[in-house]
């Protein structure tokens, strides 16, 4: 009985060394490839200034692809500073420059811009090299 009692102990924590090796290995193989960070929640935020008497709203998610997946922690790091950064920039569009495909691409390259000069004034390096909307709604 008491022979049992150890094999079984034995089989859970052989187990679990198992499971942290395996995720080890996957972590190890994919640490070099680019990574996604979604900055949730998503942000609406009110553009336009006022134009034509209206008040318009846009809702955006944002997803950040980063080059290594050990900078992702820098991002959270940084959150604040970045949604700040973020929130402004979209603030600031106006109807016409952001109501089509061409505008939407030059906004993204805006966020970029501005994203990537936060983190090398906080980090020291340009850690992100794309932005990527997935989810854009606006009020005409």
């Not at 109807?95 to 990537?116: G, K, M, N, P, Y």
Request: charged content about 20%.
């Amino acid at each position: 009985m008491k022979g049992t009692c150890y094999s079984v102990y034995l089989n859970y924590w052989a187990k679990k060394l198992i499971l942290v090796l395996f995720c080890f290995a996957c972590t190890s193989i994919y640490a070099n490839e680019g990574r996604y960070f979604a900055l949730q929640p998503d942000f609406v935020v009110n553009y336009g200034n006022g134009e034509d008497g209206r008040i318009r709203f846009m809702k955006v998610n944002l997803v950040l692809r980063v080059r290594n997946a050990a900078d992702t922690v820098e991002l959270t790091v940084h959150n604040d500073h970045i949604r700040h950064v973020v929130t402004t920039t979209l603030s600031r569009q106006t109807v016409s420059t952001i109501h089509s495909a061409e505008a939407q691409q030059r906004l993204r390259d805006e966020l970029l811009v501005a994203i990537q000069q936060v983190l090398e004034d906080e980090v020291g390096d340009s850690i992100i090299d794309q932005v990527l909307f997935t989810d854009y709604v606006i009020q005409s």
